[in-house]
């Protein structure tokens, strides 16, 4: 098989064409790998992502249980295999984790850690990659418990807010016996609500006010901050920033969350399948949706006040500075009594923990003044859009 770049025709058909480079008229270059003369149309390319697609929804989220599932497992690695190389690269990238997920049922170790050595160096479902490390680590004292201390690490380095951030910032803590703990930073849930509930508020309320990177930041949050939530909860959340990034132009991203949405959920299984043949087809631009961002105040609120409820409130105080600095509303007020329980908190993290204690990913000592904290967000890490300015 040869190389083959494509390009986009009149007639809405993929053309192959062998030992030249054409102008590609998509969000990114596409290549395919296809007989020399061949072509995709519409239905060869809805066919080709169907077969992709339904067997990502295959691959088990467990661990193997029978003899029989890792036949199943191993059918599917090779589906893969075998469909990879003639997918467009923005697809391509996307199957990694799923392979990586097969030769981690199977034990197959080293061809495991090569995918997953290149998906964490290139940012691709990083967070995935380091839960399907820990387990390949397995359990037992000594070494394995020191590997697996490594991996949470930086797992919740690049997911401070979520469980295994607070894990990594108590780890920096002396282990003490006292009654009571400083409050948790973040709280993963209290009496009537969850972090994921609370992250995919958020990011409800940000899109409302048109500010769709910010709430898919929330969104991804809520995945990747505690195990909460239904198969059925979190493909919904998969399908709703799969649909966004597609409205940034964020083709890649986009395919990355459709796929996980039919993993995630198989009755999203056709919304995905349909989400990426029109990722692949449409010219840049076509599916990006303008949107005017308009700070309401009341919206503006409600964000700060579910941040402050998760202790979450350097990003509170964030999105009432930008809202003040954007729109010229005055909420002093809200930031003043926000800075004052931030203040309680970490005083009293101090005064357990020592000053070399860390909060969301910063040691407190090194931070001067919390309002200009930046805490890294989805977008900063694992889940990077590309500069479509030009």
């Known amino acids: 098989m040869k190389q083959i770049t494509s390009e986009r025709t009149s007639s809405n058909k993929c053309v192959a064409a062998v030992g030249c480079v054409v102008t ?21 390319l809805e066919a080709l992502v169907r077969k992709v697609v339904i067997s990502v929804a295959a691959v088990e989220p467990i661990q193997l249980q029978t003899t029989d599932s890792e036949e199943d497992v191993r059918t599917t690695l090779e589906e893969l295999k075998e ?6 690269s923005e697809m391509r990238d996307s199957l990694l984790w799923y392979q990586a997920k097969c030769l981690q049922l199977l034990g197959r170790e080293q061809e495991f ?13 990083a967070p995935d990659f380091y839960t399907l490390e820990i387990w390949m680590v397995g359990e037992g004292g000594g070494e394995k418990a ?4 490594k991996i949470w690490n930086e797992h919740g380095r690049i997911v401070p807010i979520s469980l295994h951030g607070q894990n990594r910032d108590l780890s920096y803590a002396p282990r003490v ?11 993963l849930g209290g009496v009537g609500f969850t972090i994921v509930d609370s992250l995919a508020e ?12 910010e709430a898919i930041n929330s969104y991804v949050e809520a995945l990747y901050s505690s195990l909460v939530g239904t198969d059925e909860e979190r493909g ?3 399908l709703k920033i799969a649909e966004l ?8 991203l986009a395919i990355r969350a459709y796929l996980r949405s039919a993993h995630t959920d198989k009755q999203h299984v056709e919304a995905a399948i349909g989400g990426i043949q029109r990722a692949l087809s449409e010219a840049p631009g076509e599916e990006r949706v303008a949107t005017e961002p308009r700070w309401k105040r009341e919206t503006v609120v409600r964000i700060a006040e579910l941040y402050r409820k998760l202790n979450l409130h350097p990003l509170a105080l964030a999105v009432l500075a930008r809202a003040e600095g954007e729109a010229g509303q005055d909420l002093s007020k809200e930031k003043e009594a926000t800075l004052e329980e931030w203040q309680a908190i970490v005083e009293r993290h101090v005064q357990v923990y020592g000053a070399e204690c860390h909060l969301l990913g910063h040691r407190v000592s090194d931070v001067g003044d919390w309002s200009r904290v930046h805490v890294l967000r989805p977008s900063d890490t694992f889940w990077k859009p590309e500069d479509l300015s030009d």
């Open 177 to 187: 016996l006292i009654d009571p703990y400083p409050p948790s930073v973040p709280v």
């Open 24 to 44: 590609v008229f998509l969000a990114v270059p596409v290549v395919v790998l296809a007989e020399p003369g061949g072509f995709l149309d519409d239905e060869e």
């Open 202 to 213: 958020i990011g409800e309320l940000y899109e409302e006010i048109g500010f769709q990177r």
């Open 83 to 88: 469909l990879s190389p003639n997918l467009p």
């Open 236 to 238: 919904r959340l998969w």
């Open 113 to 125: 850690r090569q995918i997953a050595r290149e998906a964490i160096r290139r940012g691709i479902d």
């Open 245 to 252: 990034e597609a409205q940034q132009g964020q083709m890649r």
């Open 146 to 149: 020191e590997a697996r201390s």
